[in-house]
């Protein structure tokens, strides 16, 4: 159940450094040490961890750009420029309010604390949506609702969606749950379970609103499927080998996180 979450979402792969040595560039991404650190920062100084504590966001907090251009002039000419101070940015939740952090990477510490109280909230995390997919399995109306359709339970998954902005000033951090079938076919978004309205509230990390309002049935799972190995041709997997050549080699540099014509 766990891993649908995953397919609703556009992941965003940051690549690092596997080493806490020296950086080479101010606007070089946080290390893996780096993200450590401003983990253990956070949750020490609010002696707190998930679900009271949760990180929407870490990322580097880019100094000022005439710093990173002075940075610049002094490394062309030294070819070794002390990097411009270190810091990271940190969107975090903390007891249901959105804070913004600043971390200083050389001392581990704490620079400001910014609570935030406009429209909005942060990122949502995979934790967060892996924690309120498995609401519905403990929620009797639901486990009802899948009886009463004559399905089996353990062949049901639920993914999130958006509830949706409509204007409103205020409104909870919430999530609208679809659940799906999945015996049969790895199609399961051909096979949803109609009618059933099941919305989770993130932050209470419980189940607030619940419908269901019709009962239709969820679509055959006949000729549905979609992975390639169970496809015969026309729609089976016979594509053929492509080369890419580059004979002067690539039109590119790539210099740690520098790219260069
Ligand atoms: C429901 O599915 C599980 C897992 O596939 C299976 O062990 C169980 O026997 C099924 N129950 C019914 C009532 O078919």
Redesign the pocket.
Known sequence: MKLLVFLFLITLFISCTTSASTNKHPLDPLTPFEFKLVRATVQKTYKASSPTLTFQYIGLDEPDKALVLSWESSNAKTKAAKVPLRRALVIARFRKQSLEISVDLSKGSIVSTKLYTGQGFPMITFDEQDAVTELPFKYKPFVESVQKRNL????VVCSTSSVGWYGEIKSKRTLKLQCFYTKGSSNLFARPLEGITVVADLDERKIVEYFDNFNIPVPKAEDTEYVATKQKPPFGPTLMGAAFMQPNGPGFKIDGHSIRL
């Open positions: 089996n339970i353990s062949d």
